[in-house]
Every structure is written in C-alpha cells, then in structure tokens.
C-alpha cells in the first residue's frame, strides 16, 4: 500500500525553470530611431522581432517628442495625458502575416484603458515616463498635467492627470512661450487584454513584426492660454519622434529555449 507524504513536511528538491531575460534593443527596419507625424498622419513604423524566444509583457517601449512652443505669444503648449496619443493602431503579425494584435483606433483604446484596467498602484506609482501619472503628487504640492493656471490642489486624492505643458527649467511648473517635451518608456504590459500583457514566453522559429501607425499630430495636442474659456488652436506643425525603439525582453535560460524550439 502506496503512501503520499502531505507537503508541508516533505522537503524533498523540486526541480524548476525559471526564466531569466536580458533586454535587447530592437529598433525600426533600416536601423532608424526616428518617425514624423504629419497633419494627415497614417506614417509607421516596423519593428522586425528576431527568431528567439521572447516575452512581450517584459518588454518595453520608448520614444520623445516635443510639440513647439504656441505660435500666439503667452500661450502654452499642451499635450493629452491619460492616453496614447501620438499612435493610431498596434499591430504583432508573424512572418506570413498572420495577425496576431491588432489594435486600431489604439488612442482610443489607452483612453479606456488607462482609466479602467490599470490597478491603483500604477498610478499612485506613476512617473512621467509613462501616460499614467497623478495630477497631484502631495497634497498642497506642485500640481504637474493640469490646465495652466488653475493653482496647487490641496486636497489629497488620486486623479489622473490629462494635460501637461511646456514647463520651465525646474520641471514641473507649467510656462508659456516654451516647447513641450514628452519622453516615454512604456511597458508593453500595460496594453490590457492583449497578447502584449500576456506574461509568457512566446517562440515562432521564425521572425515577427510590430507595426506602429501614427496618428495626426493634431489628436496630440493643443495650444491655448491657459483659460478655461479659451477654445484653443491646433497645432500646426510635424511632430518628429526620436528615441524611438523596443526594448524586447529575450529569454537567456537555454533550458527554456531548449524546450520552446522542442514544441515548435
């Protein structure tokens, strides 16, 4: 008669694999890190992933762009937070085009997403590194992302911050008559319901693509006086994007690798 041991006194070594990733930088075909967004938008970019085992959710995503200063002097160059403006649709296809993610409309989607599906600890814990920040780090702070002139907040809340503007030189005070500078690095994990947050190692045998849409720069921005009765002016000039790259995270554990190429 067989007997099992409960596992709370059996200490016996279980063997396991754990994943260990390093992050390899993966930039545009022909090696560009740079991309303009015109008026009509509908330029891309195409990011071609190499034939080893990845895993999406690690990986990130970066890229700057600066809208100019307001064209009317004493007005501010404002850009919306609480979305991803600047890209029109996300796309993941492999090597015969077989459509893996595809996202359109995807400013849209973060606008929904970035409010609905985050948990508390990402915004609480934001930085300007991503669209995902509170409007007001302390209570009676500077207030960064909010409609220039409007004052400190000083009542301690969570909210999400949905403008910012050019600043001056200590960073976070909003000016006008200055270029505002957006810098990104975005963990594709925060693309909810998609294969971009699914937190598992991926492997074709072959290479994959991700291709980037870009929206008009007039869904970026705007440029106004600060004033709630202001209507404001759209922008009217091409946004040029630098920086820009994927930083894949690439599985190191050649155990796992071994297994992945096994099941292809």
């Known amino acids: ?63 700057s762009y600066r809208t100019p200063q307001a064209a009317t002097p004493g007005e501010y160059s404002c850009q919306f937070m609480g979305v991803l403006a600047p890209i029109k649709r996300l796309q993941f296809y492999d090597k015969n085009s077989v459509m ?75 000016q006008p008559d200055t270029p505002n500078q957006t810098r990104f690095k975005i963990p594709l994990s925060m693309f909810k319901n998609t294969i971009f947050a699914l937190d598992k190692d991926l492997y074709f045998d072959d290479i994959s693509f991700i291709r980037i849409t870009w929206n008009s720069y007039l869904k970026i921005g705007f440029e106004n006086d600060g004033t709630a009765g202001d209507p404001g002016a759209p922008l009217a000039a091409n946004v040029n994007i630098t920086s820009l790259a994927i930083y894949l995270a690439v599985e190191t554990n050649e155990k796992i690798n071994s297994a992945l190429k096994q099941i292809n």
């Open 100 to 174: 893996l993610c595809d996202i359109d409309n995807f400013d849209n989607y973060t606008r929904v997403m970035l409010h609905s599906d985050q948990p508390l600890d990402s915004l609480i814990n934001g930085s300007y590194e991503t669209p995902l920040f509170r409007c007001n780090d302390i209570p009676g702070g500077t207030v960064y992302g909010v409609r220039p002139g409007s004052g400190d907040i000083f009542l301690g809340f969570n909210e999400q911050a949905y403008l910012s503007s050019g600043v001056d030189a200590a960073g976070n005070n909003a």
């Open 1 to 63: 008669m067989s007997k099992s041991i409960s596992k709370e006194i059996k200490y016996d070594a279980i063997p396991k694999l754990h994943p260990n990733y390093k992050l390899s930088k993966v930039t545009q075909q022909f090696g560009v890190e740079t991309a303009t967004i015109t008026a009509s938008g509908n330029t891309y970019s195409v990011f071609e992933l190499p034939a080893v085992a990845f895993n999406l959710s690690k990986s990130f995503l970066t890229l």
